[in-house]
């Protein structure tokens, strides 16, 4: 049992550049959530979905796009990366029955 | 819009001493969940400890335990006979609806 997969962990991209970072569940979570986390901010809410095809902004959305097109994928899309992209993110489920998020491993972007 | 306040960017306590974290939220939700996330220098989030709000009593998980004021919005962390393993950056998070609100995050430094 998997949990949260994400991919890559790490990454340098340079100004400019696309990508997109990969988030996997195999629990048949319906909600999935991308965050950031910067030094001192703690994490910030970018997209989440509540289910396949469903998708909404949360706080930070500018520069980044989602697709849900299954229960299991979520991935998050960079184009034109810019330097204040540099961050840690976060994929995560809501596990239900008030037990919050099961989080994956995270991805460490960097972009120079 | 929601928030969550650590006051406390930094902290350190000796080993097998007590550390409490502090938090304070706000919320116009009569029911709702608080959660203490735990990310050691791994970056894995961790759940430590959570607490339902209509729950008069404080939760506890081992030496973990959390002081719930919920009058005055407050979300405490007590660490009990604290090991060199809980060193870590703690989050304290709300939930709102079916989406968590995080705190800035408080560093946990324990020394031999």
């Known amino acids: 049992n998997a949990g949260v997969t994400q991919t890559p962990k790490f990454r340098i991209l340079k100004i400019g550049q696309s990508m997109t970072l990969q988030c996997t569940q195999d629990m048949n979570h319906n909600y999935m959530y991308w965050y950031r986390q910067d030094p001192g901010m703690g994490l910030k809410l970018i997209y989440y979905s509540v289910g396949a095809g469903i998708t909404d902004k949360g706080e930070v959305p500018n520069g980044y796009n989602v697709s849900r097109s299954t229960t299991e994928d979520f991935p998050l899309r960079l184009e034109l990366a810019a330097p204040s992209q540099t961050s840690v993110y976060f994929c995560a489920t809501w596990t239900g029955g008030g037990y919050g998020y099961t989080f994956g491993s995270g991805t460490r972007l960097t972009v120079v | ?112």
């Open chain 2, 1 to 112: 819009a929601q928030t969550v306040t650590q006051s406390q960017p930094e902290m350190s306590v000796q080993e097998a001493e007590t550390v409490t974290l502090s938090c304070t939220y706000d919320t116009s939700e009569n029911n709702y969940y608080l959660f203490w996330y735990k990310q050691p220098p791994s970056r894995q989030m961790i759940l430590v400890i959570r607490q339902e709000a209509y729950k008069q009593q404080n939760a506890t998980e081992n030496r973990f335990s959390v002081n719930f004021q919920k009058a005055a919005k407050s979300f405490s962390l007590k660490i009990s006979d604290s090991q060199l393993g809980d060193t870590a950056m703690y989050f304290c998070a709300s939930a709102r609806g079916n989406k968590l609100v995080f705190g800035a995050g408080t560093i946990l430094r324990v020394k031999s």
